[in-house]
């Protein structure tokens, strides 16, 4: 079974950084492309950001460009996200995510709290 423990979220003034992490079960870690995702209050989750199996491609919502960089260690089985510049309307839930075949599979996820 693939288990994802995000950590590394906490309370942050407006314009500063955090790094989350997500920690990832499995021998095959490395075959697959990672996402990350957030749901903040009443509101629907909204994908953040993707990156290919190898880290050789990443995306991003357009909302984030520029500020968030996902990256992985495939050695560690670890997906990462820094946020940098973060606004009060960053603030939510953040979920790692990956799919095997038909099935998703989410961490318990990380809170960020983005307030003077």
């Known amino acids: 079974q693939v288990q994802l423990v995000e950590s590394g979220g906490g309370l942050v003034q407006p314009g500063g950084s955090l790094r989350l992490s997500c920690a990832a079960s499995?021998?095959?870690?490395?075959?697959?492309?990672m996402h990350w995702y957030r749901q903040a209050p009443g509101k629907e989750r909204e994908w953040v950001a993707t990156i290919t199996s190898t880290g050789g491609s990443t995306d991003y919502a357009d909302s984030m460009k520029g500020r968030f960089t996902i990256s992985r260690d495939n050695a560690k089985n670890t997906v990462y996200l820094q946020m940098n510049s973060l606004k009060p309307e960053d603030t939510a839930v953040y979920y790692c995510?990956?799919?095997?075949?038909?099935?998703?599979?989410w961490g318990q996820g990380t809170q960020v709290t983005v307030s003077s």
């Open positions: 499995g021998r095959t870690f490395s075959s697959y492309a």
């Open positions: 995510n990956t799919r095997r075949g038909r099935d998703d599979y």
